[in-house]
């Protein structure tokens, strides 16, 4: 059984950074697609960013160059990196897992995909 713990969420300001923790448990980093998602209220949930077991990163568009995606493995901790946050950035975070290599997608997975979540970490931009 796979357990991911998110962590880091909070407030800031636009134009701030934050970086997103998802401490994971019950896995192989080399056979699984790990991804951040988020979710506002009344929208579905969409997809941030992706890595694989090989180390290919796939990202949405509305985050190119602004956040980054990546996993410590010999700690099991996944992370995201956001910068130059924008108001409409703010989201519940959510890290995902799942037992496919994900890198050939050449996109974020959609959340169907994913078997594995997290309880979500909140952040909040102001403008």
């Known amino acids: 059984q796979v357990q991911l713990v998110e962590s880091g969420g909070g407030s800031v300001q636009a134009g701030g950074s934050l970086t997103l923790s998802c401490e994971a448990h019950?896995?192989?980093?080399?056979?699984?697609?790990m991804g951040w998602f988020r979710q506002v209220p009344g929208k579905e949930r969409e997809g941030v960013a992706a890595i694989d077991g090989y180390g290919t990163k796939n990202y949405a568009d509305s985050v190119k160059g602004r956040f980054t995606i990546s996993q410590d493995n010999g700690k099991n901790t996944l992370y995201l990196q956001m910068n130059s946050l924008k108001a409409e950035d703010t989201a519940m975070f959510y890290c995902a897992a799942a037992k496919f290599l994900c890198g050939s997608w050449y996109r974020v997975p959609p959340s169907d995909e994913f078997d594995y979540w997290g309880q979500g970490t909140q952040v909040t931009v102001s403008s």
């Open positions: 019950g896995y192989t980093y080399q056979t699984y697609c």
